[in-house]
């Protein structure tokens, strides 16, 4: 038997240095095999590691395995270790049997100590990495429908979501606006608003279905309820199914979402009050009709496009016929309401591809796509049937005649501003010709 030397007193601490150094769990094993080769001058000293009742694992070189003899074993969870070593180093080893174990013991303690806070790290670490998302998401501003697919996305990967729906207030229902899932399936049908925001009313916390009392009114397989509200006002209602791994919600994930649930909804907000910014610059507020800017803008588009593909575009400028008379004899508020119903008769008896819009006071522009100036008078035919009905339904504004201005791209004109003037110009010389007539702007 080869000579033993140190104290025994140093393996704790050995065992415990060793805890301290090992970046992973089959260095530690191997530095604990080291503290043993060096604390009884043999390199025949093995562990076997058997984690979850698996097959052990051996740490330590093969020679001279096939002799080696139990010297003692210790578990902490799931992890159990078994000390082995050749005959000869052995009968020294048990004689130090008690203290080789609880050393071992201390090390499989400690270690389960070190996952249990590189697991918290690791949540930590992960929950900042989700914050940080979010903070990209909500630098980034995009539409209503985009915010709500990266909404849903989002939560369902960051949560590892078999599926995820994103349920949005509408009618007094909670609508399934969006839904995601692993399988393909068909998204859940709407729950009824009254009936869930009496258990879960606005500013609640993330609740599973069996807590709050609701899983009857949510689909089938769903773990997670998760508010989306912001400043009392609920936004959307975000449902999560089982997770991929097979793990329940607890208290980490729980907190997570109620985290990145205020920020979501604070995207959510932000994309809806971009929308009604940008509805505001380019909507006629008294019509709800595209207004001047717009109409431009849609008009420069259209002669880019008819330019490339070689079609022709027709505007038609409308003045509406004696709508100073209605507004002086009836009021402003007559004159409104006319305005908003003769913006009603043009959208009717456009084409889905033409554009109405209001241009300013009592004009109207027609943008009529792939038409010539002829073709347009077909518009202007078809316009009249709903311009008598108007005169029937309200007689008290009189008979309802417009007069038209068309202008044709590129005959009479290759840019907005062309040919709207070219427009405005044919527009003029019909109400001098006595209204309730269509001029075709002249050939230059």
Known sequence: MQS????????????????RTARSDSELFERCRQVLTERFGSDEVWLSVIHDTKRAERVGGPEGFENAVEIGRCASGQTELIVMASPDVASAMEAESGLIALGLATVLELRAVLHERQGALDDAEFQLRALRQVARLLASVHSKEETEHLVLDFMAEVFFAWWACLYRPE???????????????????DIDMASLDKVVPSGS??????????????????????????????????????????????????????????????????????????????????????????????????LSRGARHLFKTTVAMIDV???????????????????????RVLTEHVRALDVVGRYGGDEFLVILT??????????????????????????????????????????????????????????????????????????T
């Open 370 to 443: 792939m038409t010539s100036a002829a073709e347009a008078l077909t518009f202007v035919n078809r316009l009249q049937s709903g311009l008598q009905e108007l005169s029937s339904q309200h007689p008290e504004f009189g008979t309802a005649t417009l007069s038209f201005g068309l202008a044709e791209a590129p005959r009479h004109g290759r840019t907005p501003v062309t040919l709207l003037g070219a427009a405005d110009s044919a527009l003029y010389a019909a109400k001098h010709a006595g209204r309730n007539m269509v001029e075709i702007a002249r050939d």
């Open 171 to 189: 009618g007094g229902r909670y609508q399934a606006k969006r839904y995601r899932a692993m399988d393909k399936s068909s998204g859940p049908g």
């Open 4 to 19: 033993v030397t140190g104290s025994p007193v140093g393996l704790p601490s050995a065992f415990a240095a060793a805890c």
């Open 205 to 302: 916390m993330v609740v599973t279905p069996q807590e709050a009392g609701i899983a009857d009114l949510l689909p089938a397989g769903t773990e997670l309820v998760i508010p989306l509200d912001a400043h009392k006002e609920r936004l959307a209602l975000l449902l999560l199914g089982p997770r991929l791994n097979k793990t329940a919600y607890g208290r980490a994930e729980r907190d997570l979402a109620g985290t990145l649930s205020y920020s979501a909804a604070t995207a959510l907000k932000n994309a809806e009050l971009v929308e009604r910014l940008a509805s505001q610059a380019t909507t006629d507020e008294l019509t709800g009709l595209p207004n001047r800017r717009a109409l431009e803008a849609r008009l420069e588009a259209e």
């Open 321 to 343: 016929d004696r709508f100073k008379l209605i507004n002086d004899t009836m009021g402003h508020a007559a004159g409104d309401r006319y305005l908003i119903m003769i913006g």
